[in-house]
Nanobody
Framework: QVQLVESGGGLVQTGGSLTLSCSAS????????MGWFRRAPGKEREFVAA????????YYADSVKDRFSISRDFDKNMVYLQMNSLKPEDTAAYYC????????????????WGQGTQVTVSS
């Protein structure tokens, strides 16, 4: 079992930046591919970014490419999502997820999920 806890959300103005963190307990994260997803009010959950178990490859949704960056720190057992040039449409609850790998843009790939952290971007 892996317990994931997100932090770092908050209120930011358009064009601002935030860094989300995902901490894990229960098992080392090097066994898992990691992803970030988000859900805006009234919308389906959507893929944001993912990183492979080795950290050698990263993947991004087109809507965040060139603005967001996912990374992982094996020593700290953490995963991060650096978000720059934020837009009002980035407003959502952001969720960290861990899974064995495969199609990393699919939520069904992931076995473990955090409770989410809210990001609100004001216009």
């Amino acid at each position: 079992q892996v317990q994931l806890v997100e932090s770092g959300g908050g209120l930011v103005q358009t064009g601002g930046s935030l860094t989300l963190s995902c901490s894990a307990s229960g098992r080392a994260l090097y066994s898992y591919a990691m992803g970030w997803f988000r859900r805006a009010p009234g919308k389906e959950r959507e893929f944001v970014a993912a990183i492979t178990r080795s950290g050698g490859s990263t993947y991004y949704a087109d809507s965040v490419k060139d603005r967001f960056s996912i990374s992982r720190d094996f020593d700290k057992n953490m995963v991060y999502l650096q978000m720059n040039s934020l837009k009002p449409e980035d407003t959502a609850a952001y969720y960290c997820a861990a899974g064995p790998g495969g199609r990393l843009e699919r939520s069904t790939t992931y076995n473990f999920w955090g409770q989410g952290t809210q990001v609100t971007v004001s216009s």
